[in-house]
């Protein structure tokens, strides 16, 4: 037999040389010349696009840096205008109206002038800006004996910058900050991210966040070489304050926000702080992170590209289109290649497969008459020296017989449940139906195992109905309650219970059998119903067991049209229920 099997492995083989091995190794090299094309052409296109983006992160290097130098060159403009005479609320006005800023400078939220004050010009600045705008100007300040930056004058003059008037931007960390930084180095500072005041004097905030450029001016008489010089001679600031997603719309307008996604942000971590989100934000597969410095900040770029962002769609999908072509030239070439050796064995491959299912037979029935006729003999014989008619035996003897003939049973049951798996496999188990009672077959294998039960010191109850009719194969429900009920006593300690219950219900007969084992894990429950599976618990060195027990009571009842379920916790037992419905279809 084994001979037999190598022989039919060995053709199978040579088969598998001729119209499997070709047509893959032909498929293969079609394939893999393919996928060097479409390499090739990919990392050609990665290039181009990579071009393109570094093209495109330049562009908007320099129009971020235009932009606000733009805004830079106003407020030095502004600077010139203090530092070239007196400032009124009129001449500001005057001033910041010929730059037109809505049109010219739309990013823009409030452009003014601040003036630094020491408390001894608090009130003569007060009275002379009340004067100016022809009502009482308040100004708010958290320390009135140390100096303050009171802004004075603000363009475009409007219900909600108005009350700006009078606010001291040093009584507020992040302005005074950039007013400290700007006033040092005497250079234009732009300010880390805020909320910019709509009620400044009720301290009230808009929502979104915001940016402001603060430009020094100084008393010219006095010397400023030092940044201590410029501290003692500074005068106030020329600002210019934004709301950051207005600022960086302006800055990104050009972009097709179709096809390619920005998002700006500063600070990093849990302070980084979103500036800027084009609408809408693309999820696209190329990605690229820039680093911006501009007047004292750092601005992080994020673009999301669309694969036609940066070239055309016929350049995106060329490689795709190529591996697609390629690889159904190869797999028609392969399929044209394998039908045709194919045909050359057709009728060879028949009379194999015909001999493998023939040999399937042969060790079937081999298994059935080699292998159970003699252990039901040894049964037989064994059976009858322990009941005495070959004479009297010592105790001894008794007890070996005894155990021979349980390691027997043992191995008879092994070999009845892979007779029904093969069966079962092979679609060979016909049901022989008849009318009888389950309660009495329960009955009866609980006392048939009782043995057993009492020997592991284990208590087996039996509750529910006394009669249950019903019309099933009475020998495959019988091997799935011995099933269900010896691995109860196999896997629940000295002591224990095991409760059987037998229950009508409106549909059909529901069996549970309940013990106080050590339980299934719920991870390992999924393996319980497969097939040579056994799970690995305390008493799994300790017991006997082929994995097929479960596997086969689940398939005989899927037989009945009836389910099985397990609902267990390790180390609290397990409840294993079956259900066999009144009607079922005729197999």
């Known amino acids: 037999m084994k001979r037999f099997y190598q022989d039919i492995q060995q053709r199978f083989k040579n088969l598998s040389s001729d119209f499997i091995i070709i047509p893959l190794l032909v498929m293969l090299s079609i394939a893999f010349m393919t996928a060097m094309i479409a390499a090739v052409m990919q990392r050609n296109l990665?290039?181009?696009?990579s071009q393109a983006i570094d093209k495109q992160l330049k562009e908007t290097e320099l129009q971020v840096n235009a932009n606000l130098n733009g805004y830079a060159q106003l407020l030095w403009s502004g600077v010139g205008r203090v530092n070239s005479g007196e400032v009124t609320v009129d001449s500001w006005r005057q001033f910041a109206g010929t730059y037109k800023l809505p049109t010219s400078f739309p990013a823009i939220y409030a452009f003014g002038v601040s003036k630094y004050i020491t408390p001894e010009q608090r009130e003569s600045v007060r009275d002379t800006l009340s004067q100016q705008y022809g009502r009482d100007i308040v100004f708010t300040s958290g320390d009135t004996n140390q100096p303050s930056e009171i802004i004075a004058y603000i363009e475009p003059m409007t219900s909600v910058t108005s009350n700006a008037v009078g606010y001291d931007a040093r009584s507020e960390s992040v302005r005074r900050q950039a007013m400290d930084e700007s006033s040092k180095s005497g250079e234009i500072t732009l300010s880390n991210t805020l909320q910019l005041f709509k009620n400044a004097q009720a301290a009230q905030s808009f929502s979104e966040t915001g940016l402001i450029m603060y430009a020094p001016y100084y008393d010219q008489t006095m010397p400023l070489s030092t940044a201590d010089e410029r501290l003692k001679a500074l005068r106030g600031h020329i600002y210019a304050s934004f709301q950051a997603r207005d600022l960086f719309s302006t800055i990104f307008k050009r972009i097709d926000n179709g096809r390619i996604g920005v998002?700006?942000?500063?600070?990093?971590?849990?302070?980084?702080?979103?500036?800027?989100?084009?609408?809408?934000?693309?999820?696209?597969?190329m990605r690229r992170t820039q680093q911006l410095i501009a007047y004292g900040q750092h601005f992080t770029v994020e673009y999301t590209f669309k694969d036609d962002a940066l070239v055309s769609r016929q350049q995106v999908f060329a490689p795709f289109y190529t591996a697609i072509f390629g690889?159904?030239?190869?797999?028609?070439?392969?399929?044209?290649?394998?039908?045709?050796l194919r045909s050359r064995h057709h009728r060879l491959l028949f009379e194999k497969e015909r001999d493998v299912a023939g040999a399937k037979d042969d060790l079937l029935s081999l298994a059935s008459h080699q292998l159970r006729t003699p252990a039901t003999g040894?049964?037989?014989?064994?059976?009858?020296?322990?009941?005495?008619f070959a004479g009297d035996i010592s105790p001894q003897q008794k007890d070996f017989l005894e155990k021979a003939y349980q390691s027997n049973e043992r191995q008879l049951q092994v070999i009845n449940d892979i007779l029904h798996l093969a069966k079962l496999e092979q679609g060979r188990i016909i049901l022989a139906k008849s009318d009888f009672d389950l309660a009495e077959l329960v009955r009866d294998v609980i006392d048939e195992q009782r043995n057993d039960s009492v020997a592991a010191q284990l208590k087996v109850s039996l509750s529910g109905i006394k009669k249950a009719s019903i019309y099933a194969d009475n020998h495959m429900l019988r091997m799935v309650v011995e099933n269900l009920i010896s691995?109860?006593?196999?896997?629940?300690?000295?002591?224990?219970?095991?409760?059987?219950?037998?229950?009508?219900?409106?549909?059909?007969?529901?069996?549970?059998?309940?013990?106080?084992g050590v339980g299934i894990d719920e991870a390992d429950q999924s393996k319980l119903f497969k097939q040579f599976s056994r799970v690995m618990n305390p008493r799994s060195h300790s017991v006997s067991g082929t994995g097929v027990g479960l596997y086969l009571a689940r398939h005989l009842i899927l037989l009945h049209n009836g389910t099985v379920s397990v609902d267990s916790q390790l180390g609290k037992g397990a409840t294993f229920t079956v259900f066999i419905p009144y009607q079922q279809e005729e197999l």
């Open 263 to 285: 998002r700006v942000t500063s600070g990093k971590g849990e302070d980084e702080v979103e500036l800027y989100r084009s609408t809408p934000h693309l999820e696209g597969a």
């Open 46 to 49: 990665s290039n181009v696009q």
């Open 327 to 340: 690889t159904m030239l190869a797999l028609l070439v392969g399929v044209v290649a394998f039908y045709y």
């Open 378 to 388: 040894v049964k037989q014989y064994v059976g009858m020296v322990l009941q005495g």
């Open 487 to 516: 691995n109860a006593i196999k896997y629940t300690d000295p002591g224990g219970r095991i409760a059987v219950r037998l229950a009508r219900g409106d549909d059909g007969y529901t069996l549970s059998v309940k013990d106080t």
